[in-house]
Nanobody, 122 residues
Framework: QVQLVESGGGLVQPGGSLTLSCAAS????????MGWYRQAPGQQRELVAA???????NYVSSLKGRFTISRDNAKKSVWLQMNSLKPEDTAVYYC????????????????WGQGTQVTVSS
């Protein structure tokens, strides 16, 4: 089994930055793809960014340029650098991990963190 623990969420003003961190523990040797999802109040959960074990990153097109995903492959840690934050970025952000090279569809991703709240407000 794999456990994922996120940190780094909080309250930030519009235009500010935050970096979310996710650390994996347990059977981390099985982890390949990692990524971040988010769920805003009253909305469906959506993929934010993903990165393969070899470092290939993908982003939802609307966020590309403001968000950057990175990982430490040895430690199976992943970060999400978020810049120029907007109120609509307010959501619970979830770290995810998969044993596949690419993240599977949401319902099939085996490992999820508990989520960290990001609130963008003045």
């Amino acid at each position: 089994q794999v456990q994922l623990v996120e940190s780094g969420g909080g309250l930030v003003q519009p235009g500010g930055s935050l970096t979310l961190s996710c650390a994996a523990s347990g059977s981390i040797f099985s982890i390949n793809a990692m990524g971040w999802y988010r769920q805003a109040p009253g909305q469906q959960r959506e993929l934010v960014a993903a990165v393969t074990g070899s470092g290939i990153a993908n982003y939802v097109s609307s966020l590309k340029g403001r968000f950057t995903i990175s990982r430490d492959n040895a430690k199976k840690s992943v970060w999400l650098q978020m810049n120029s934050l907007k109120p609509e970025d307010t959501a619970v952000y979830y770290c995810v991990a998969d044993t596949n090279v690419w993240l599977r569809p949401e319902r099939n991703i085996p490992y999820w963190g508990q989520g960290t709240q990001v609130t963008v407000s003045s």
